[in-house]
């Protein structure tokens, strides 16, 4: 390797096709250790015939690489600075693969251009500034430093042609020799094309630039039809109704006591009476920014796509249309245009100093001190969205305040190589702990005015989290690689009684149902459901309650 960087110092010209080369080779040697540590824990080198087969996936591996480096070096002016920068990239992608087990891909790129400032800075460290620099920004200046040769368009266009002669041979001697163990072997592990640098990340830029690019679908208007129903007719529908989502971020199933985990994260909402905690409840995505479009699109995971959303409203469209008010307090990067009726409440930093530091995302209080403020005066009818930082990684210990530190030690970094698996759960447990404090603290304000005014709240979370298991951390694999602990996600809803002889809601039916296998493709026409707004869109059989309502004209008791 160090002969291979002294190469590229040199000052002999060298082609653009043999630049490519060796920065395929860097990747390769140096950028994939994950990737090749993944390999042989799959295919140990046991005889000959593994030997052989670990040097296949090798040169496929070296020759897909160069195929996709090969196109930045096409115009010659821009070879040197795009390959240079392609290695910068190369060595990001690489550290996180490396520190956390991510996958890249389309949705993780998607991630990348839809976070923030605040939450991108919580992921720099010394650690990952260092990684980048000795393994990308090096390598860059090296490749920056070598002179290109200044071949006829004739040899250049021979260079090329070889070097494209070369990587379909040696795909095709691949596929002839070990066809049937690659293909066993990639399509049972699609992991590792997420975990290949730089073919990773420069397929996902290639799909995402393709994706945002594109011409635009026509916006469709959906929901035309919505009105309230039969129950808003009835002698006591003057009365103020509110009905609570708040939307979780990064919490998983696996760590609510309420379903079963050993330890006490949920103390406070296992005292309240008539709680409903659904078990069995899976995610539209592992991203925030693919749940939770898809949680308030009426497409469903199977026909959700991040395009189709943008082009036809959404469950708040749908709801203000039905001449309901709405409102969205926002604590995440953003509402990921589902807002657009009805606008992003965030909260003003300087309000809520307890909350808020200058260098770094405020905690959830923040929001829900927001919403809570509003409450004693509350005289409308309609739906409230809280949409939770809640346990959004890998800065767990800033999402909660210090006397909601319970379980330690904590981890307090965003390296997971400082800590010890143990001290990363604790941190996510106390984020769960305070979730817990801030659903049942806004159910006892409810309670507090139920004299005059029907509510309920719905809590799920947007996706799930890895903690260690497996060698994962955080979450976005892509959904049909992904651990249950990223799709399994926690669900809560509690109404006052007022909103339940409303609503006609058999709480008792609602608690024996609760282990029903359910998922985000519920949310949107659950939700209509409990407001009883009527529309076309509205899909009785995904509506989760509706099995345990009463007809509108059925007396309740």
């Keep these: 390797m160090i002969k291979s960087i002294s190469l590229l110092r040199s000052r002999k010209p060298i082609s653009a096709t043999a630049l490519t080369a060796w920065s395929t080779l860097w990747c390769l040697l140096v950028l994939n250790i994950p990737f090749w540590t993944r390999v042989l824990e ?7 015939r593994d030997v052989a087969f670990v040097a296949s996936v090798a040169l496929l591996a070296a020759l897909i690489s160069n195929l996709f480096l090969m196109p930045l070096t096409l115009i010659r002016p821009l070879a040197k600075p795009l390959l240079s920068v392609a290695l910068v990239l190369a060595a990001l992608a690489a550290y996180f693969v490396w ?12 991630n990348v251009f839809e976070t923030d400032a605040l939450e991108a800075g919580e992921l720099v460290n010394w650690k990952l500034l260092l990684f980048v620099g000795v393994l990308g920004v090096l390598p860059a200046l090296a490749v920056l430093s070598v002179p290109l040769a200044r071949p006829s368009w004739r040899r250049e266009l ?3 042609g070889v070097a494209l002669g070369v990587t379909v041979v040696g795909i095709g001697l691949v596929a002839f020799f070990f066809y049937q163990d690659q293909a066993s072997f990639l399509r049972n592990n699609r992991d590792l094309r997420h975990r290949l640098v730089p073919v990773n990340y ?4 290639g799909s995402y630039v393709q994706e945002i690019t594109k011409r635009k679908l026509p916006y469709q208007a959906i929901g035309a039809d919505a009105a ?3 129950r808003w007719q009835t002698p006591n529908a003057e009365r103020p109704l509110l009905l609570v989502l708040v939307v979780g971020e990064t919490a998983r199933a696996a760590n609510f006591s309420l379903g079963g985990y050993g330890r006490s994260t949920n103390p406070r909402l296992a005292e309240v009476k008539d709680l409903v905690y659904f078990t069995d409840v899976s995610s539209c995505g592992t991203s925030t920014a693919i749940s939770v479009p898809c949680m308030f699109s009426d497409l469903g995971r199977e026909e959700f796509s991040a395009e189709k959303a943008r082009a036809r409203d959404n469950l708040i469209d749908i709801v ?7 409102a969205w307090y926002g604590n995440n990067t953003n509402c990921k245009g589902i807002c657009r009726a009805a606008g992003e409440k965030r909260a003003i930093r300087e309000q809520y100093p307890q909350y808020c530091t200058s260098d770094g995302p405020c ?3 923040a929001i829900f001190e927001d919403f809570w403020s509003t409450l004693p005066s509350y005289s409308g009818r309609g739906l409230v969205v809280l949409h939770q930082l809640g346990s959004h990684g890998p800065g767990y210990h800033l999402r909660y305040p210090e006397s909601f530190n319970r379980f330690t030690p904590v981890c307090r970094s965003t390296d997971f190589s400082k800590c010890e698996v143990s001290e990363i759960v604790n941190a996510y447990d106390n984020t769960i702990l305070y979730t817990d404090h801030l659903l049942a603290e806004t159910i006892t304000r409810l309670q507090s005015m139920a004299d005059r005014v029907d509510s309920a709240i719905l809590y799920v979370s947007d996706h799930g989290e890895s903690l260690g298991e497996n060698g994962l951390f955080l979450h976005a694999v892509p959904y049909a690689l992904a651990p249950r602990v990223q799709t399994h996600v926690p669900m809560v809803f509690w109404s006052s009684n007022g909103f339940i002889e409303r609503m006609g809601i058999d709480l008792k039916c609602l608690l024996e149902e609760r282990s029903r296998p359910l998922s985000h493709d519920n949310y949107l026409h659950t939700v209509l459901g409990l407001l009883d707004v009527s529309s076309s869109v509205r899909q009785p059989g995904l509506d989760f309650v509706r099995s345990c ?3 509108a004209a059925t007396p309740v008791g």
């Design 158 to 160: 021979l260079h090329r």
């Design 549 to 551: 309502q009463r007809s």
């Design 363 to 365: 905690m959830d209080g």
């Design 228 to 230: 309230l129903g039969p």
């Design 202 to 205: 420069l397929s996902g830029v």
């Design 42 to 48: 799959l295919r140990p080198l046991g005889d000959a």
């Design 99 to 110: 520190a956390y087990g991510v996958l890249v891909d389309k949705v993780m790129i998607r």
């Design 320 to 326: 203000a249309k039905a001449g309901l008010g709405v």
